[in-house]
């Protein structure tokens, strides 16, 4: 696309849209998928053939050959089978045909996806159904059916299953609360989210050449560069021409699919960039972003680059995440967290805002277990991430309203009264810009909040989950608690004035990166779960499990799968990496540093028969000799405890975090010696300087 003015036709033209579907549908058939979409209404077969009719043809005249349910395993990433929409038609002929049948549901043989138990072998077939809310769309001569996936006995397998009844279920609670402040209007609650997602490309010659960024997707080894971003000329900075063509491509292949591209900028980290949409509904914006994940490694293979999703790629500098943004808005369009500008408005903003501190105190452990992946675990904690411990950052402004409330004493700016939930107006809350220090896990930015704990490659599904079903459980309570009052605006106040109160634990404004917080998190009694193998083990604690099993979103089983797979996968990573790096020190690094060292030797030889000085050959040759056997040695106890690890995934995951992963640290260490002291062309792949400087 060269010409901007075209757009608007570029946008959504691979997307069998609401525009689309008025256009090619009959009325009827239209209408039947409006309610569908509105009331969850299930479609008659007549309907499901003539949509999928009208989707066929549309996509045939856009060159799809096939079609394929496109679902969300719980790997946290899609799933895709591709068939060909020709069927015989006599005389070595063919039609094109795709049926009702085969747009509402299909049978993928599915069995080796991982299903933490929940199907059993004898039933290994699950079924996928359309998801008609998500939109179909056209992906290399494929149309796309965005599908739920479950097993025969109705188990979810997906993530988007228990997304779409979290959504419901805090749409559900949320209009009971509107209802009590008079609203009969709002017919939905909608979870809306927009998820910035960073990301690291590198040129794809020199990744060719890493073992461990093929394997891994991340480096194993490498010592620090003389310079990293300690310049901080990269954020924001002017985009290389390389990287500047990669994004407008990136930009006009997820237009045409009818994702919200907006934003994209240099990150911190040398090499390291971000892009952000607009914000949408949670659904959409969960099965965007995996589109977004898979366009940002596809576009860059055309540019001969690599895009790396993972959290970590390179130590030393920063990670990527992943910024969830998220809120509550009507189907009147009007956004539930914007702090209101009458009383009436303010008491309702308040209430949601006690829902959500009350909700993260209470299942901050839960919120926490939703990020925690093993390439995360470089992340959070350190110096360029949101910390282990989870609290709300509110800003100074709206801090002092939630203090004032509890102390029931003067808001200044409220004109030096008490400030009365339902008959004061708030004082105008400014946007606070300490957020921009980013230390906070989970910040309100103004009208939503801020999740900034999600790892860079991760699905959104999990913490939106979360984040929808705490929501409509405190929800849940207000609406239990307020239906039944006889004064309103006074139970109202005691009710929130209560909730700040036995919540503001979880309220904290200041750095989060200094220790002082951490310490004093603990005097809070905040729940600080450094690891994955520590946040994992508090997936299934009752209260959790009570929780989702209570509104319908996950069965117990479901949500025992789904830890198990959790944990299954943090081993699975695990093992794989000491492995590579076993690999690469035993075929690599070992053989490169005895031949420089020999090398050395032989000069030191030579010159020493002439008698030249042979210090640096020396000295060097014997350091190298020194290290080399450390490291074959590190090497050795390594593979040595993989061959130990047990057989249980629980043990297994506190094994890798106590044993295995302080061994690969001391590999490491050692091998970023040796690479610091090792003549350039002996080192046997490219090192960080090159790599961070590729693009
Ligand atoms: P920044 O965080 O850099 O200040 P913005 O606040 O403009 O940037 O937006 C960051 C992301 O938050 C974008 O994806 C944006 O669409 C999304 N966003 C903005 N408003 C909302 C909202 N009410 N609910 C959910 N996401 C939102
Ligand atoms: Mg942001």
Redesign the pocket.
Known sequence: MSDTKKLPELFGSLVFNEETMKERLSSASYSAWKKSVTDGTSLDISTANEIAEAMKQWAVEKGATHYTHWFQPMTGFTAEKHDSFISPAGGGKIIMEFSGKELVRGEPDASSFPSGGLRATFEARGYTAWDPTSFAFIKEDSLCIPTVFCSYSGHALDKKTPLLRSMDEVSRQAVRILRLFGDQETKRVIA???P?QEYFLIDKTLYNRRKDLRTCGRTLFGAKPPRGQELDDHYYGAIKPRVAAYMKDLDETLWALGVLS?TKHNEVAPSQHEM????TDANTACDHNQLVMEMMKKVADRHDLVCLLHEKPFAGVNGSGKHD???L?TDTGR?LFKPGSTPSQNAQFLLFLAAFIKGVDEYQDFLRATVAFPGNDHRLGAQEAPPAVISIFLGDEMSAVVDSIIQGTEYKEAGKRTLEIGVDVLPSIRQDNTDRNRTSPMAF?G??F?FRMLGSSQSVSGPNIALNTIMAEELKQFADELEKSKDFQSDLQKLIRRVFTEHQRIIFNGNGYDDAWIAEAARRGLSNLASTADALSVYTAKKNVDLFVRHGIYTKEEVNARAEIHMENYVTVISIEAKTMADMIRHDILPAVSGYADTLCQRAYHKDALGVSCKYENSTAKELGKLTDALFSACDRLERDMEKLPADTKKAMTYCRDVVIPDMSKARELSDQLEGITAADCWPFPVYSELLFST
Do not use: F, H, L, M
């Not at 952000?276 to 914000?279: C, D, K, S, T, V």
């Open positions: 809306q989210v927009g910035e907006k952000a949409p607009i914000y943004n998220w809120s808005g956004n930015t009208n939503k801020e």
